[in-house]
């Protein structure tokens, strides 16, 4: 009997020790993090639209050719479409009194709605895409093979670039998503 109860302590000291349980405080911190983090994000998206609908603003304006500028105001319009957009994916806050479960499942559903797949990218980006196939057309009709080649090599180079972020963006929302649900499966 004695070594039974001997097994028996040795076993349950050797067994993994408890996690601490996730507190409420801990959840609205990360709930903080969360909301300043996607607010930085939009803000910078926001700021990148403005800089860039300026500069093709200018394109247009100080443009001889016709369809370089509406090739330049069609890229202003997507920018002005991007903003839209980045309006429409602001974060949604959770209710101050919420309790823990409740701000889990909100957080968890911010997340699903963060995870951005290419095909919303592009349905962001479509209008400045199209813009600057415009331009590509006319720095080609007006001679300029040698710049129509680069910027749309550049085309090609941002499309694949987004591509590879919008799938590391996915990957990394869905990480967190995973580690959220365990925690909330403690």
């Known amino acids: 009997m004695g070594d039974e ?16 349980p996730v507190t409420l405080d801990a959840i609205h911190a990360r709930e903080t993090l969360f909301v300043r983090r996607a607010r930085r994000g939009q803000a910078a998206g926001l700021f990148v639209a403005a800089v860039n609908a300026a500069s093709f603003t200018a394109i247009a304006w100080l443009s001889a050719d016709p369809l370089l500028r509406g090739g330049a105001l069609v890229v202003v319009a997507g920018c002005v479409w991007t903003a839209w957009r980045l309006g429409l994916m602001a974060r949604r806050r959770a209710p101050a009194d919420a309790g823990a479960i409740a701000l889990v499942d909100h957080q968890r559903a911010e997340l699903i709605r963060r995870r951005q797949s290419f095909a919303a990218l592009m349905l962001t980006a479509g209008p400045m895409l199209a813009g600057l196939a ?53």
């Open 5 to 20: 109860a001997e097994a028996l302590k040795a076993l349950w000291r050797a067994q993994e020790k408890e996690t601490d």
């Open 134 to 186: 415009v331009m590509l057309l006319a720095l080609a009709r007006r001679g300029g093979a040698a710049n129509a080649t680069a910027l749309g090599g550049a085309l090609l180079l941002w499309l694949a670039g987004a591509w590879l972020a919008a799938r590391r963006h996915g990957a990394r929302v869905q990480r967190q998503i995973d580690a959220l649900d365990r925690e909330a499966a403690r």
